[in-house]
């Protein structure tokens, strides 16, 4: 038998520790702003029941499945979005929970597609979903949570902006135009492939529903074709203060087959004209899902984290921020001990065990080393601080790495003196 | 066709957000414990090549897979432990790292075994490894590790011992009386298997290579056969003052083939007498998966979700902390807005942002409500404090819900005043 490759899966990605620290940044940013604006963390699992897809994401995702039969015979994939389960938890356990519910995720998706430069076989999704209100102040309040989360990441105003349209009108204009009600999905994958299509293309393809691309492009081009919602959702949000991050876009349809109303896309309008976030009212799946034992109307959004993650680096002042973020929290070790004396070595894990204890980060070589060994591998896992622990103990000394200055310390109420010297800079405190 | 089922798959769980609170509570405590002994944290792919594992993790495991083709053909497997995977990753990365690698990793993994109460076909692991150290002083930091993880869920001694043994002891008692090489796999299973299987089945296995029940009971029974590595490693926690923790038990050698010699468990010696968390040194694992390219010694180990959060339910005073963190940690919400004056939404839509902004989680009733149904909502979603919001603004009332008294407040400064307020109990403010 050949070895295993030495390699992960094309698609899939190996997250060594700044990879990591970049994605618990996303993480904590997403968890952050969903808390802040009242919504509560749920997981569903990775592996579900293909009958869960088949039906509801419709579009190109059911040829996108890692879809197999598993040791009992049943026919499962891994979820390639998480909306379809929290539909079917949402129906499941709604009871037991106050409307609407107010519900966040942040977890895996798989899609066997193609990997390319801002897309894998595997992502992470932050999902923030409404159940229970019908209302658009619903979608308001997911769009605003959308906004805040940009911000949140240091982006501002001309980074990014929000594409708003509703199914709604669409669905009217067909069906006021003699668009039969069996024509409609058929209709709006036309509409979500406008700016991808050839003009001769979607012309054709119009004109065999008895439609134009003429009529299609005036309704777009009209701001007054904007629905009732549009309306209350620019209210809602202008009193946020955060109207002007909006824009009323009809073209905008989005892929999948379940969603009724609303729809917006967060859209990076300045690098790379990219979606960054998107999602809409889907009033009609948590009826599906549960095969008619529960209706109730739902909105949600899902953000992926491979656009955000490249789109905040590329942008100098969201790549401020994350640096920042991961030198405070994913540095290896704070204060590292070095050991100038072998025989200390029961005294100096003593002092190890006291200062993990008091939560300070810290590291002490396993076997004998020479000093400036010791000193060397201090700087490499970006430690603060070296602690010298050597025969003068209970007296030790606290070296600077950045400026190799020393100053004097004692065993004697060391964790509090440490904690405290972590919270100054690096440079020698005055006395 | 018929409508997919209302349920998750066997063996896997939905998380309701009292569960996702639970599980935050594992991750954040297992995170902030390996952070404070300098590890720093990756992730690997939930999907790999099958031949990772197959000839590497050995035992039952090669039986369990989740396996199956992708749409590319591949022989892929969702992985069942993370060890192989975190092996691939140090052997191609180790020239970017100053040695040892402290690594640890909080994800999933799948196994196909019969569901039962403890047991999933799905489960969160924490990983915890050094690679690139050969002495016990790194087993060593590991299972002192383990014993403040322990101590940080707030098992006290009693609750909790660490059973640690050495697989080399065993090959050197097989070796000393005539055991062939290619017979040692075998023979430590049949250790491995003591505790479970009858006598009279044991003794005829052991009979088959020469040896017999007594000779086996009388090693273990005696303490002068634990390795040197057991002396180093009970020195170094008895310097931190964690060797009370601590037991010789050469009964153990754990299931995973890929293991080389000290080997340890953390046991549940209270409740249940399961195994919380084990793992060992697997010297030879970096060098089989990188096909020879890259040797490094290394020791682990891993601990599940699913005992420590039963341990840590059946057990009072971990419950007790648990239930406190999830209360400051997972609260839907701390202030909910109710607004008596619907005329008022754009303001209070304003004041909303303000707070929201300043990093306190609150809400506000989508759509008009008569005020006891908003109250009713506050009290509901778990809120601390109801701001009342009506025609007396910029003057406002905030209530505390718990005892029903109004404090007045106003929207100049509000969202500092509310954290302050936030800080101080429930009842109402001294003057």
New interface residues.
Partial sequence: ??????????G??????K???A??YLFETWR?VA???????????????T??YL?KSGGELSSQL?R?????G?D?T?RPEVTP?MA??A???QR???K?L??FEIG?C?R?EKPQKGRGR?FFQFNVDIVG?A?P??DA?LI?LAI?TMLAFGFQKGDFIVRVSDRQAWVDFATKRGVPEEGITDFLQIIDKLEREKPEVTEQKLAAIGLSSAEVNNFIANPENASASFETIR??L?????GEYLSLDLSIVRGLAYYTGVVFEVFDSKKSMRAVAGGGRYDTLVET???G?VSMPATGFAMGDYVIRNLIEETAHTDLLMEAWMQRN?A??EVYLVLADDSK???A??I??EL??A?????LP??AAKINKQFQ?AE??GARFALVIGSELPELKLKVLSSRIEEPCHVLGLADWLKDRLKEPDGPLLA
Same sequence: chains 1, 2.
């Fill in positions: 038998m050949a070895g295993p490759r030495l390699q992960a899966l094309p899939f990605r190996d997250f060594l520790p990879d990591t620290a994605r618990n952050s808390r802040r604006y009242g919504f509560v963390e749920y997981e569903t699992p990775l592996l579900e029941d009958a869960l039906k890692f197999f039969e598993d040791q009992g049943r499962v891994l389960s079917r938890l129906a499941q356990h037991d929970f106050p609407p107010k519900w895996q798989f066997y595997e209100e209302g102040q619903a309040e605003a805040d209210a809602e202008t009193a946020r203060g955060l899902i549960s095969d034992a994913a290896a070790c070595r029961p005294e894990l003593e190890l065990s993990r204890n939560g300070i980060s810290c590291d396993f076997t591998s490499k896992c």
